[in-house]
């Protein structure tokens, strides 16, 4: 159910954030620090982001949605890969101009709770990142601190409280006024919903958008709630092991996923009046050790469609329908 | 739900201003705490006030070799030592350079120890581990050789003293702020506020340092007391301040060849010793109860 105010597909035209071939590996440490093997976290992952847009990023616990967001904020620093934001390679980038260009790529907490420092008001962590970014005086930071509570919706009051004072939705309006005091363009909202109770929930992704019109914003989605996520994006990548497998509008991901991974994931969403979850649910076990990956393509371990040919080579990111899939046998 | 949130935000906003009267009841309903708070109170009165309070405050330089060695009285209340002068005099004026030397010498350990902590435990790399391995070095020599072997060398005197509590007692701190560091530093409000585009210096003084103050705080305080126990033994060793300066360390010293007869000799200035380091290693404990952000937030919770 696209809103009136989301075109279903962003207006073409430069991107605003491009990201190609980005990998982020971990080493595995054995003793003595030595070297055992690599946790592919990010392996080869492109997309592109469209001013306005908003794309959700989806896929299991561990698959690399987070690290993704972290790499994308500089957080991590990527082994290998581009990360062009506004024209501007920022892969690799000294830490005081990351720190710069951090004023417009913004990235919001799971927990915006623990994001806060538990010894600070509200007051002062909201002022934090005007005080790093502006030479604003202490009465225009306050107007403008003031301004933002507002917008999302919180009592001034609440400047005067601490973090733990203040009740979970409250905590992430707190977490995302924060970031968006600096005005920034994009903003990547990792798990922006988890631990809510659905009424809250439903405040808090109505707010998303009341402020991504206000403030013009451009969101990465990050997700394992795909009723959310069919509600909020545009565009959806599906993440599997650190790979992009399935990416496309909204639309055709959810009516005709390709890829076998995509369909089990949807198939475990419950339905009221529908099909038994477990019906057309085969997705058994857990993911492969990351650290140790099936040769070829690294979801036939737990396909049903695996045949010869996916053990031996690895599928790209190829055209199937509507969208791209990365599988030998799509549909 | 605003209106449930606007009620629960104004019982938390009271409860936040009660917060300081709570850490302070808490305070004065620990005992032991209280107990050690009130010796260190008692041990700064008396260093200031130690002209008023003494009943001969000429005697910390003053002999009358006719009175030596007099047993507690109505006059002398401890007694006097071997040249005369009234001991219950000289102890509190020993009070002053007690504190001088635990104040000074922690107080630099602290400032040198703290920064090298945070800096090392901040900054993942070599130079990091240098500087832990440096401390590694000085923890791995025992403290009161060290100190030995520099008051000796240097000559004794109360600065010498200071300085070697300082370059001895440093490590203590460094190793702790650099464990407390680096498990704050994996803390997501840290990484968050790097994440803002925060600057290292800052997220060091502003978020680490506020957070890893209460460890620090118990650390001084217990501390103080194991410094001033090693300014006494050097004391002892004859490595303090010269005489006649009125130290406790080297009044016992003093007092050996006159026990077990003068008795009330070595036992006045070990009463002092012990009571003061045992206020500030009771304060130490009662402080880390108090303290602690894992027994606060759980009392918080409770309520």
Known sequence: MPDALAP??????????????LRRYFAIRGPFNRRLGWIKALDDVSFDLQQGEILGL????????????KTL???????????VFEGRQIAGLTPAKHREMRRDLQYAYQDPGASLDPRWKIRASL?????????????EREKRVRAIMEAVGLPASHLDLYPHEVSGGQLRRVGLARILTLHPKVVILDEPTSGLDVSVQATVLTLFRELRQMFNLTYVFISHDLAVVRMMCQRVAVMYLGRIVEMGPVEAIFDRPQHPYTRSLLAAIPQIGGARVTKDFWLEGEPPDPGNLPTGCRFRTRCPKAQAKCAEIEPTLERAAGQEAACHFPG | MTGGAMTGGAATARRQQAGWQRVLKRFTGDRAAFLGASLILTLVLVAIFAPVLSPFPGDVSEFHTAQRLRPPDAVNWLGTDRMGSDLLSRILFGARITITIAVIAVGTAVLVGVPIGLVAGYYVGWPSNLLMRVSDIFLAVPQIVLAIAIAQTLGPSIENV???LSITYWPFWARLVYAET????????????????ASAPRVMILHILPNIASAIIVRTSIGMGATILTAAALGFLGLGAPPPAPEWGRMIAESREFLPEAWWYATAPGIAIFLVVMGFNLLGDGLRDILDPRIRRAVGRSE
Do not use: W
């Not at chain 1, 207006?11 to 071939?21: F, W, Y």
């Open chain 1, 8 to 21: 279903s597909t962003p207006a073409t035209g430069e991107p605003i954030l491009r990201v190609k071939d």
């Open chain 1, 58 to 69: 989806v896929g299991e616990s561990g698959c690399g949605k987070s690290t993704l967001g």
């Open chain 1, 73 to 83: 904020m500089g957080i991590h620093q990527p082994q290998s890969g581009e990360i």
């Open chain 1, 127 to 139: 002022h934090e990142p005007l005080i790093i970014h502006t030479k604003l005086g202490e009465a």
């Open chain 2, 162 to 164: 200071i300085l070697a």
């Open chain 2, 182 to 197: 680096r498990s704050v530093k994996n803390e997501v409000f840290v990484e968050s506020a790097i994440a803002l585009g």
